[in-house]
């Protein structure tokens, strides 16, 4: 009986979760502009009218750009912070870990607002790189934790032995840790692009007339309300769950699945 | 012998154990980073509070500092109203988003570890499949031409979900209730099974080891559950707007219509004070939360 009654509830969250989903999927194939019951008909022309809107595919490469920029230099930034948390004391980490993750944790409406003002100061305000710039320093934190989590879990005394054959520090931190953690580092490349690529607020500030792809959707959102949201939509959304299934793959702890 | 051990890299295999040696100049790697939000965080931070400070008019800061943004912003404006709509949103938001989930979770280790990890990691997937879109999907839901707003129906044609708070609150439910998932999911897998089996051993019954046992040791994971979809809700525009349209008006929507009317010192004093509850509701649910835990220990 309990069985079961889980098994109801699972369904229905699961219906919950994927119903915004599913029915995204199945809008980009309506017939009609817009989409009601009874079913207007099934069409490719939103995906059609999508491989022919040249704005949009700018708006793409742009997001996609600012996106693989934002994955490679946090995930630089948060090697290098990780493991420097990682080997500090515990009472020191915490604390540090504490600040470096604030960034995230401070509403993106809010930060947004803020490095508009400072964006504005430093002559960078409604450029792509004021938007980067903006990415790292919210996205980032993640990649410290992610980092931070995997170089906790690595066997010191490697570094150690490494460290009396005479190995320098900074040979021990890329060769060894970064030897060790590069499935977490990809997988930290692939959750911030897929972040960066879907985040809205903190580009709609600072972004101007260089529309990142979510700006792009939201102001077709307010304007023409064309059914080709929902088509490329769907292939975004097909394509960020591959990389995220990737990203969750290389996540896995690999010496736990070494011992099943 | 014991140097040669010791430069062979015999520690490797456990052989000699000695401590790694502190203080190695390994914080510098770290600090570059630091350096970065620094420069780019710290200081628009403090930007932000200095200008809400400062009067705004004709395209630039005046002179001199003030408090008149914050009396204006507190008596002469509806934010109070809209923050008090956004904090109820987010704090129903968060408490549904992580009962549900808890639920979830506590129904998902019922089944077989392979079916649980399928469901739970499709499940927390589906938060990054976009968030501007889902929610545009979810207004054909609520809408009149829609399920859900046809079963809901009022005789007269209205609907009631689309643009009105309720349809917020259930419009995020899909859309964070995954972050929440993926956040349980880890707090769940770190509990260990000796505690449920001392408990099953001693005679408790399923819904008491969940409830006395299970439950408790995943407090910092429910805390952190209960924290991050109040500040995504907090922070957020995109579902407010396209769910909740006019009759939702909430504190970030505000600080986006200052912006619009180029009122840089009030929607400064507005991100402010939000920032300061945020930390304040923040601060106060982990204390309270992870204090009571420490007591139990």
């Known amino acids: ?260 | 012998m014991d140097q040669l051990l010791e430069s062979s890299g015999a520690r490797m295999f456990g052989l000699i154990k000695k401590k790694s040696n502190p203080g190695l100049g390994r914080e510098r790697f770290g600090l570059f980073h630091m350096l970065w939000l620094l420069v780019f965080f710290g200081i628009p931070l403090l930007l932000l509070i200095f200008n809400s400070l400062k009067k705004y008019e004709y395209g630039q800061f005046k002179p001199g500092l003030t408090i008149d943004n914050y009396k204006n912003l507190l008596f002469d404006s509806p934010f109070p109203g809209a923050l008090y709509i956004t904090l109820i949103l987010a704090l129903t938001v968060s408490l549904l988003s992580t009962l549900i989930a808890l639920g979830t979770i506590i129904s998902a280790w019922l089944l077989s570890k392979k079916v649980r990890n399928a469901i739970l990691l499709g499940c927390t997937l589906v938060f990054f499949a976009g968030v501007t879109q889902r929610a545009f999907a979810l207004e054909f839901v609520f809408s009149d031409r829609g399920l859900l707003g046809l079963l809901l129906q009022h005789p007269d044609g209205s609907t009631s979900l689309l643009y009105s708070n309720a349809g917020v609150v259930l419009a995020y439910l899909p859309i964070l209730l995954p972050l929440c998932i993926a956040v349980l999911y880890v707090a769940r897998k770190e509990v260990s099974t000796i505690f449920e089996d001392a408990a099953v051993d001693l005679g408790a019954e399923w819904q008491s080891v969940q409830i006395r046992v299970v439950i408790p040791l995943m407090k910092p994971g429910i805390i952190v559950s209960l924290i991050l979809p109040f500040i995504l809700v907090v922070g957020d525009v995109v579902v407010v707007d396209l769910i909740g349209g006019a009759q939702v008006f909430t504190s970030a929507m505000q600080i986006i219509d200052y912006t619009k009317i180029d009122d840089w010192g009030t929607g400064g004093a507005a991100s402010v004070i939000l920032l300061l509850v945020i930390g304040l509701i923040i601060w106060a649910g982990s204390t309270i939360g992870l204090g009571k835990r420490t007591g139990e220990q």
């Open chain 1, 1 to 260: 009986m309990k069985r079961i009654a889980a098994i109801v509830f699972l369904g229905l969250v699961i219906v919950l979760i994927f119903i915004p989903l599913l029915t995204m999927i199945v809008l980009s194939f309506s017939k009609g502009r817009f989409a009601s019951f009874p079913w207007p008909g099934w069409s490719f022309q939103w995906y059609l009218q999508f491989f022919e809107n040249s704005t949009l595919h700018l708006s793409l490469l742009r997001s996609l750009i600012l996106g693989m920029g934002a994955a490679f230099v946090s995930t630089l930034l948060g090697f290098g912070s990780g493991y420097a948390l990682s080997r500090m004391s515990s009472g020191k980490s915490s604390v540090l870990l504490i600040l470096f993750t604030l960034p995230a944790i401070v509403p993106f409406v809010l930060f947004g607002f803020c490095f508009v003002e400072f964006a504005g100061y430093i002559g960078i305000l409604r450029t792509t790189s004021a938007v980067l710039i903006a990415h790292i320093v919210v996205f980032s934190p993640l990649s410290t934790a992610l980092c931070f989590h995997r170089f906790r879990q690595l066997n010191l005394d490697i570094e150690d032995a490494a460290r009396e054959l005479g190995a320098s520090e900074t040979k021990i931190f890329f060769t060894i840790v970064g030897g060790q953690s590069w499935r977490t580092l990809i997988a930290s490349v692939i959750v911030i692009f897929v972040l960066s690529w879907d985040e809205y607020v903190i580009s709609w500030f600072v972004s101007g007339f260089n529309k990142t792809y979510p700006v792009y959707v939201r102001n077709m959102l307010e304007s023409t309300m064309s059914p080709e949201i929902n088509a490329v939509g769907s292939i975004i959304a097909v394509l960020s769950l591959c990389l995220m299934s990737t990203a969750l793959y290389l996540l896995r702890n690999p010496e736990k699945s070494k011992e099943k």
